[in-house]
Each structure stands twice: as C-alpha cells, then as structure tokens.
T-cell receptor, first 113, second 113 residues
Framework: DAGVTQSPTHLIKTRGQQVTLRCSPK?????VSWYQQALGQGPQFIFQ???????QRGNFPDRFSGHQFPNYSSELNVNALLLGDSALYLC????????????FGSGTRLTVV | QKEVEQNSGPLSVPEGAIASLNCTYS??????FFWYRQYSGKSPELIMF????GDKEDGRFTAQLNKASQYVSLLIRDSQPSDSATYLC?????????????FGDGTTLTVKP
C-alpha cells in the first residue's frame, strides 16, 4: 500500500536559512495539501496543490511557497526561516482537489535554531 | 473566536466507559465534518466523517452532527487504553473551500485501565 511519503523526517536549520520539504501522495491521489502543526495545536492550512497549481492558500506569508510536479508529488519551500517556523509539517493527500478526508504523511519535524 | 473549537481536556475515562468528545464550529456554511485521531508523536489518521444531521456509527465510534446548533461530537464506546490519543475535529466549507479542512486544537483522551 503506497501511503503518503514525506522527507526528510527531521531537520534542523538556522534562522535565515531556506528549507525544502517533499511529499509523495498516496497512490491514486492527485491533490496535496500542506499543514503546519505547532506543539499542542491543531494543524494549520498552508496551501493546497491540484493540477500543478496552488488552488487555495491559508494565512501564511509569501516566505512559504510550493510546487506540484506532473507525478503529483509536491514540495514545500520556506525562505528566511524564523524560530517560529519550528513545527511539524504535514502533507495530506486527497483526490480531485477536494477533501473527503485526508491521508496524512508521517510529517517532517523542522527545528529552527 | 476560533473557527473550530474543542475542549482541550485532558479527558480521562476508565476502561470500558463511553468517552464523549465535542466540537463546535462557527461557519454555518460548513458541510462536512471529520474526526482524526493523533497519537503522540504521530500524524493524524481519519477515523470518522459525517455530512448529514444525525448519528453515524462505525464499530465502537459514533459521530453525531447537529447543524442547527453547529455542533459535532464523537462517542467512543467500550473505551480501551489504545484509544488514548488526541482527537482532532475538522470542518470543510464545501462550496468555496472544498479542499481545505479547518482543524480544532484537539481534545486529549486518556483511558485508564
């Protein structure tokens, strides 16, 4: 069963650096949504990619950007890292640009020091 | 006011009891509702979804929806220690943000043997 694959699992970066996180959606899914989850909080929507386009965006600054490839995999890029960007970044896959309930990847734990 | 609100807990119940988890939402246009379970250090996994007013049962889990009161709940019957986790309520506004789920901050459940 090809579930949602995220890499890397853990990452430590310095303030001001840039980071790229990667996600491959579940087999049969074509939509990737990215969420940020701070400790003790629920996931916060960053953006969604469908048909290689950013379809929706949450309240995140332009430092957060992404991309979706023809094979439906996706990247999340964060520039000029801040200490407050430290969080678990979750990739959620679904089908058809909608969400009938996501399948989440195991996440990337980003620590900014 | 947060869009999706949950009691943070912790909620503690004895093994075999019924655990009741509650969620309220502010957007009357919300049309689909999801419950995710998140074990400590893991990513969320979908356990239930409900679209229509009333009850929906799946094994030991029952989701209840009351759109007039903007309230959704999850009942866990015959609670087991393995049910100890954080339960996240998520809400979709179907027409304009179909692919976006807004999450509450979760309720932490502890089932004591």
């Amino acid at each position: 069963d090809a579930g949602v694959t995220q890499s890397p699992t853990h990452l430590i970066k310095t303030r001001g650096q840039q980071v790229t996180l990667r996600c491959s959606p579940k087999s049969g899914h074509d939509t990737v949504s990215w969420y940020q989850q701070a400790l003790g909080q629920g996931p916060q929507f960053i953006f969604q990619y469908y048909e290689e386009e950013e379809r929706q965006r949450g309240n995140f600054p332009d430092r957060f950007s992404g991309h979706q490839f023809p094979n439906y995999s996706s990247e999340l890029n964060v520039n000029a890292l801040l200490l407050g960007d430290s969080a678990l970044y979750l990739c959620a896959s679904s089908f058809g640009g909608r969400s009938y309930g996501y399948t989440f990847g195991s996440g990337t734990r980003l620590t900014v020091v | 006011q947060k869009e999706v609100e949950q009691n943070s807990g912790p909620l503690s119940v004895p093994e075999g009891a019924i655990a009741s988890l509650n969620c309220t939402y502010s957007d009357r246009g919300s049309q689909s509702f999801f419950w995710y379970r998140q074990y400590s250090g893991k990513s969320p996994e979908l356990i239930m979804f409900i679209y229509s007013n009333g009850d929906k049962e799946d094994g030991r889990f029952t989701a209840q929806l009351n759109k007039a009161s903007q309230y959704v709940s999850l009942l866990i019957r015959d609670s087991q220690p393995s049910d100890s986790a954080t339960y996240l309520c998520a809400v979709n506004h179907w027409s304009t943000n179909a692919g976006k789920s807004t999450f509450g901050d979760g309720t932490t459940l502890t089932v004591k043997p």
